[in-house]
């Protein structure tokens, strides 16, 4: 398979350089703060501009009379998390309810670059003769676990937000040595590590939930993307690659435009569901 730079590369080869980051530096341990992911922060910052360019038009174009089809598509959504927060969260969703729109939007939009052609980003940098400076480009900002756990965190801040905000300070420090075993001072230490261990398991489980099944179906359109070059080493398999390539590639492509925005709704579902636990235990 041909790279941008003009070399080329075995599958294994291909796979690993589709999949790398374009960072500031090389990382060499598994946990490196200093490292910033270039791309995975270029895109999402993009697809947040997008999404906030489609809802300030939808709410700029709204009208009274009849509504088009963009207004009905907005409408449709904003109804179906309006829905689902008030089925959810029991209290004032002013906050709520809007950042679940957000949420569903902007990961959705982040999801959908996975449907760009896998090799488009290197032949563009190519192109515009960029292939010494950007050796690598990750354009799935939601395949990339920096970006997930980083969206994750964010909704831990909002937990957190609201757990003082209702509970207040005391009350909510007071939760966390006093329950789930009890007010015996000897079980305070195991009720804070129980409920530490709770907040770092939601949000781990939400970062890691988005970043594997995106990872995955980017590995497998890499997967499929070989299928159609299988020519290339030196296998006399052009027929095979070509119904490889368009027919599973296509089959592949309608199915996961449903893993798309079933992810995003999963991801906004699970912050609902846990800012609604936050309500319901006041």
Request: proline letters at 2%; a neutral charge.
């Given at each position: 398979?041909?790279?941008?730079?003009?070399?080329?590369?075995?599958?294994?080869?291909?796979?690993?350089?589709?999949?790398?980051?374009?960072?500031?530096?090389?990382?060499?341990?598994?946990?490196?703060?200093?490292?910033?992911?270039?791309?995975?922060?270029?895109?999402?910052?993009?697809?947040?501009?997008?999404?906030?360019?489609?809802?300030v038009t939808a709410a700029r174009a709204a009208t009274l009379g009849v509504p088009g089809r963009f207004q009905c598509a907005v409408e449709m959504l904003i109804e179906m998390?309006?829905?689902?927060?008030?089925?959810?969260?029991?209290?004032?969703?002013?906050?709520?309810?809007?950042?679940?729109?957000?949420?569903?939007?902007?990961?959705?939009?982040?999801?959908?670059?996975?449907?760009?052609?896998?090799?488009?980003?290197?032949?563009?940098?190519?192109?515009?003769?960029?292939?010494?400076?950007?050796?690598?480009?990750?354009?799935?900002?939601?395949?990339?676990?920096?970006?997930?756990?980083?969206?994750?965190?964010?909704?831990?801040?909002?937990?957190?937000?609201?757990?003082?905000?209702i509970k207040g300070l005391f009350g909510f420090v007071r939760e966390l040595i006093l329950a789930p075993f009890g007010a015996s001072p000897l079980l305070w230490l195991p009720?804070?590590?129980?409920?530490?261990?709770?907040?770092?398991?939601?949000?781990?489980?939400?970062?890691?939930?988005?970043?594997?099944?995106?990872?995955?179906?980017?590995?497998?359109?890499?997967?499929?993307?070989?299928?159609?070059?299988?020519?290339?080493?030196?296998?006399?398999?052009?027929?095979?690659?070509?119904?490889?390539?368009?027919?599973?590639?296509?089959?592949?492509?309608?199915?996961?435009?449903?893993?798309?925005?079933?992810?995003?709704?999963?991801?906004?579902?699970?912050?609902?569901?846990?800012?609604?636990?936050?309500?319901?235990?006041?």
């Open positions: 398979m041909a790279t941008s730079a003009g070399t080329h590369l075995d599958p294994s080869e291909y796979i690993r350089h589709h999949l790398q980051n374009f960072s500031t530096k090389h990382q060499t341990s598994i946990v490196d703060f200093s490292i910033i992911n270039i791309d995975t922060l270029f895109w999402s910052i993009a697809m947040g501009i997008v999404m906030l360019l489609i809802l998390v309006e829905n689902q927060s008030k089925t959810i969260v029991y209290g004032n969703r002013r906050f709520i309810a809007p950042l679940a729109l957000t949420l569903f939007v902007w990961v959705a939009l982040m999801n959908s670059l996975d449907f760009i052609p896998v090799d488009l980003p290197s032949s563009i940098i190519a192109w515009a003769g960029l292939s010494n400076k950007i050796s690598h480009h990750h354009l799935v900002p939601t395949a990339d676990l920096n970006g997930t756990l980083g969206i994750a965190l964010g909704v831990l801040v909002v937990m957190l937000y609201y757990n003082i905000k009720n804070l590590i129980l409920n530490l261990i709770e907040f770092i398991a939601k949000i781990v489980s939400l970062g890691m939930r988005l970043f594997g099944n995106m990872y995955a179906g980017e590995l497998l359109f890499l997967l499929i993307a070989l299928l159609g070059s299988i020519w290339s080493f030196g296998v006399d398999t052009t027929i095979l690659g070509f119904v490889g390539h368009v027919f599973v590639g296509s089959i592949w492509a309608i199915f996961h435009i449903l893993i798309v925005l079933l992810q995003a709704f999963i991801f906004m579902m699970l912050t609902l569901v846990y800012l609604g636990q936050v309500h319901n235990t006041h």
